[in-house]
């Protein structure tokens, strides 16, 4: 009882006093090799019964075929490296099958393909984007959970000397050291390295940075592997975060490492950032300076609002405490397009393609491209003129009278069309073309047969014009001359 009660006065003693305090965090080895997995194959399916299974020529892993199952292949293709694992109870069969029968077969295709680096960090179960790419690497004070003995285990271990707080298989079963040595020279580590050990850590005390001294040549490892996969940048001023491969795009707030510990850093953050979503978020010592730091990255795409909007809370809430502030830095706008554009693009972008889809249909209906641009011109001619729609075309009616001095184009047409009335066009001149009526001037000369017959009568032809254009007239008198020649027409019509 006594030495109990000395061990929890020493860990109060050291949580108080030591600038940080933690036990490790518990890092899980992601790769799943199973035969059984759906995902582990192309198109998502698992080979059937007396199917064609076909692995790359190089995977560089182990595949670990289920246990107490009976598999029966017509065939199989292995690669020229890696290996199948099978269970006590398991067994594998090959059935008899003829060319024929072959061609009609299913074949399933391995789709991993290794090896599987432990300094990768896409292995390693934290899927928290803010965490740099090194800290996501186990360290002296995280414990290791590989998955349990009933599944497959294939690793590359590392050229550098990493040590980590201790090995679990499972949740339950813990390695101890002599162990863990005997089994890095298993087939689940072949070819590799001895490089892991336990570093005999319980807690931090006074350096909580996770970094060996060797820390430079373990990130060299690190970003051999990462830095291909950096991608386009997608902010304008990107963060240049110690430990990490890329660029980063979000934000980040420092704080003195006197005035505050990182736990208690991180118990602010949790505490603003507990119902926000859209981001990610993680305190840590800053490796090259005196100082805290809460590194922010953005869920999804990245817009710059969200992480600026997290940023300004923070930093409110560690005024409202007292808590200095060394700096606080965004990266400002995005690169690969803005959040209207996103939001707007989709919006018009269908509407359009649904469009373009329509004219490249439309020949298929009959209406040619011509027609079509044409319909076109004369609803934007009418919209920017601010004038009806008329046709192209257009019509002039004219009142072919025999009377008047105006001739008509096209001499001979007019001469064979007057022949086919000798009465009227017998006295006419050859080549003098029909008349129609002046609009401004009304000659009331009779034709050539009414000439005839006034001269019997023994009366001269007078010509009378409505309008004498040499005299000035009044308003009063142009209507009264108006109306007298229209009653005039119309007694004569």
């Not at 074949?107 to 800290?135: C, H, I, T």
């Not at 990182?262 to 300076?289: C, M, Q, T």
């Not at 795409?301 to 830095?329: F, H, N, W």
Request: net charge negative; aromatic share 8%; proline share 5%.
């Amino acid at each position: 009882m006594k030495l109990f009660i000395l061990y929890l006065i020493i860990t109060v003693n050291l949580m108080s006093k030591s600038e940080c305090w933690r036990v490790g965090e518990n890092k899980y080895w992601l790769p799943e090799l199973e035969w059984s997995k759906g995902d582990n194959w192309i198109n998502g399916i698992k080979p059937e019964s007396n199917s064609r299974v076909v692995f790359p020529l190089e995977i560089y892993h182990s595949v670990g075929l289920p246990g107490n199952s009976h598999l029966q292949l017509s065939e199989i293709e292995l690669s020229r490296d890696g290996s199948l694992l099978l269970s006590r109870d398991g067994t594998l069969q090959m059935s008899d099958s003829n060319n024929n029968s072959r061609d009609k077969e299913k074949s399933f295709v391995w789709k991993l393909k290794g090896p599987f680096y432990w300094v990768d960090p896409q292995n390693w179960g934290d899927s928290n984007k803010a965490v740099p790419d090194f800290e996501r690497i186990p360290c002296s004070m995280d414990t290791v959970i590989f998955p349990n003995k009933n599944h497959a285990l294939s690793i590359t271990l590392p050229n550098t000397n990493v040590k980590v707080k201790q090995i679990k298989i499972g949740q339950e079963q813990t390695i101890d050291e002599w162990r863990w040595h005997s089994m890095m020279t298993g087939r689940e580590f072949r070819n590799s390295p001895l490089t892991i050990s336990y570093s005999g850590l319980q807690y931090c005390e006074s350096d909580c940075i996770c970094k060996p001294e060797n820390s430079k040549e373990l990130l060299a490892e690190i970003c051999k592997i990462q830095a291909p996969r950096c991608g386009q940048l997608q902010c304008e001023f990107p963060l240049q975060i110690q430990d990490h491969c890329c660029d980063y795009c979000g934000g980040r707030v420092s704080v003195p490492s006197e005035t505050i510990t990182v736990s208690k850093l991180g118990e602010i953050a949790e505490e603003e950032f507990k119902n926000n979503k859209e981001i990610y978020w993680h305190a840590r010592f800053a490796p090259d300076r005196p100082e805290l730091e809460i590194l922010i990255a953005e869920r999804g795409i990245y817009s710059g609002i969200k992480s600026q909007e997290a940023i300004d809370k923070l930093l409110r809430r560690l005024m409202a405490k007292g808590i200095p502030i060394v700096e606080a830095t965004s990266t400002g706008a995005p690169l690969t397009g803005s959040v209207l554009g996103n939001t707007l693009g989709p919006m018009f972008g269908i509407p359009i393609i649904i469009l373009l889809i329509i004219l490249l249909g439309l020949p298929y209906f009959g209406y040619s491209y011509t027609h079509i641009v044409s319909v076109w011109r004369d609803a934007y001619g009418t919209v920017r003129e601010g004038i009806p729609f008329y046709s192209d075309d257009g019509f002039a009616r004219f009142e072919n009278l025999p009377e008047g001095h105006v001739q008509l184009s096209g001499q001979s047409t007019l001469d064979d069309l007057s022949d086919n009335s000798g009465s009227i066009s017998g006295g006419q001149n050859e080549g003098e073309g029909k008349r129609f009526e002046n609009p401004l001037y009304r000659s009331t000369r009779k034709s050539p047969a009414e000439q005839e017959t006034l001269s019997d009568n023994n009366q001269e032809s007078s010509e009378q014009s409505i309008i004498n254009i040499d005299l000035p007239v009044s308003l009063t008198q142009l209507k009264k001359k108006v109306y007298s020649s229209e009653d005039t027409h119309i007694d004569s019509d």
